[in-house]
């Protein structure tokens, strides 16, 4: 109980001494140090009842909360954990008109027109950039995409709905390939990317199944 008292003074004593002068920073420092003052004490009543002691500080620190995803992203966007991605999605991207997709490709990924949306039977047909040849800020966003294996996990975010992907496979084909673009019976997402990285020469696709 002395130990308490005591504590509890000279917390109230730094206060009192430096209260003029406190900065943003000090600020989040006393926080800190009532937080430890109070561990203190919870471990010195424990001694004082006779009972083994178990302080863990940082469980009595403040949860931090998880920062909105943008509402243009909510309305249609990618997210891969794994590979840190989170971009919004563009809506029926004409894919054999040129200049509309790499106009779309400078705002985020691109949605295949014609293919199905995320919650339809059928294929959600998503390509993007992988190389920074190309102008913009999505121009690297699927450099990564080969990381991907199977079982991992991908989100695709459609009016404020969540749809959650698993890997099923990962293929390379030919450019002129337009079997990935295949319908399908059952539901699928498929992501496409130019490879090699930095060349046009094939695709590099990623197709995965509703978990």
Not at 16 to 21: C, E
Not at 84 to 91: D, E, Y
Not at 194 to 200: A, Q
Request: hydrophobic fraction near 40%; aromatic fraction near 10%.
């Amino acid at each position: 109980m002395k130990v308490k008292i005591a504590l509890v003074f000279e917390v109230k004593n730094f206060f009192q001494k430096h209260k003029k002068v406190l900065t943003a920073d000090s600020a989040v420092m006393l926080v800190a140090l009532f937080i430890f003052t109070a561990a203190l004490i919870s471990y010195y009543e424990t001694i004082e009842k006779g009972q083994s002691p178990r302080i863990n500080v940082f469980s009595q620190l403040p949860t931090s909360t998880s920062t909105p995803i943008d509402p243009k992203i909510m309305e249609f966007g990618l997210e891969i954990d794994k590979l840190n991605i989170l971009v919004p999605i563009i809506k029926n991207v004409d894919g054999n008109n040129k200049s509309s997709y790499n106009k779309a490709l400078q705002n985020g990924v691109a949605h295949y027109k014609n293919t199905a949306l995320p919650g339809e039977k059928g294929n959600v047909f998503i390509f993007g950039h992988s190389s920074a040849n190309v102008k913009g800020d999505y121009s690297e966003t699927f450099a990564s995409l080969n990381d991907l294996e199977e079982n991992d996990e991908i989100i695709v975010y459609y009016e404020s709905n969540e749809h959650k992907y698993k890997v099923k496979e990962k293929k390379i084909v030919e450019a002129t390939d337009l079997s990935v673009l295949d319908k399908g019976k059952e539901e699928n997402l498929t992501l496409m990317t130019c490879w090699p990285i930095r060349t046009k020469e094939k695709r590099l696709v990623v197709v995965a199944v509703p978990e």
